[in-house]
């Protein structure tokens, strides 16, 4: 790879496209989950070379996820550091591609580094600021390839948990981060609900589903309330097991037609995540 390709000008997905060609060509198709740590130090080194990461370690950062630094000791480089109090591999994986992506497309920007909060890393809505949202397209980019997962999931299937669970473990990721993935490529009418204690935080429909009217304005107050007979208005209802496997709701739950819900209560960020999917 030209190094003038490597630009800083370069889209986060165009990055992140770049590095999976790279790692293809080094390790093969078959190179999942990416050891983020390892593939940041190098392909940074190799990149610029008086200007790499040179150190990447948990801490105790509360109320952080994460964050680029200049390099602590004062020597050339930088050091991405990830909040140690997590113990999700999925998580943290996430999150040093997000500091990685940081790197490669704001350092420059922000010489004296970025902090990123949890929230940073958990909404996808319009609110999340800028360079936080680049740095999540790249990590999505860059741990799940798009020719990838749709070997793994084509366009036009329904999911299951099954299949999600196969794809968060190949990729190393958390379901909240595989999904909103998959909803961004597929062709069927499907939206992701992310909720807490019964309201919606936000929500993100595919493109078929939003164009046929399927979305929350979420932005908008009041708070918007789970649906009263859905599986995620009601934990006391379903045990883990049974949220998970989903169930089929008649016209009038999620939105005004027939739907079948998958739920997760309590994922790794203290959400309820919801999979709505719809008849084509
Ligand atoms: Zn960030």
Redesign the pocket.
């Known amino acids: 790879m030209a190094r003038k390709q490597m630009s800083e000008e370069l889209s986060p997905a165009r990055w992140a496209f770049n590095i999976t060609h790279i790692l293809n060509t080094v390790l093969g198709p078959e190179h999942f989950p990416i050891n983020v740590q390892e593939v940041a130090k190098e392909l940074s080194l190799q990149m610029y070379r008086d200007d790499p990461i040179t150190e990447i370690q948990g801490k105790n950062i509360p109320g952080f996820e994460g964050a680029l630094f200049k390099d602590p000791s004062g020597q050339k480089g930088w050091a991405i550091f990830f909040n140690n109090s997590f113990q999700s591999k999925g998580r943290i994986n996430f999150t040093l591609a997000?500091e990685f992506g940081?790197y490669l497309i704001h350092r420059v920007r922000y010489p004296n580094g970025?902090q990123?909060s949890e929230s940073?890393l958990v909404r996808w809505d319009s609110e999340l600021g800028q360079i936080?949202h680049q740095?999540n397209v790249f990590a999505a980019n860059l741990l799940m390839p798009l020719d990838d997962y749709r070997r793994q999931i084509p366009d036009n299937i329904k999911i299951t948990m099954e299949m999600m669970d196969v794809v968060t473990q190949r990729y190393a990721v958390s379901l909240l981060a595989a999904l909103i993935r998959w909803i961004d490529y597929t062709s069927k009418r499907a939206i992701v609900v992310v909720s807490r204690s019964g309201f919606i935080l936000w929500a993100k429909p595919s493109k078929s589903a939003f164009s046929s009217g399927i979305f929350y304005r979420t932005a908008s107050s009041p708070p918007i309330e789970v649906p009263a007979n859905s599986i995620a208005a009601r934990p006391a209802d379903f045990d883990i097991e049974k949220a998970k496997k989903g169930m089929k709701h008649g016209p009038g739950v999620w939105f005004k037609e027939p739907s079948e819900e998958i739920t997760v209560f309590a994922d790794q960020y203290d959400l309820t995540i919801s999979i709505i999917q719809f008849a084509l």
């Open positions: 997000h940081h970025i990123c940073d936080e740095a």
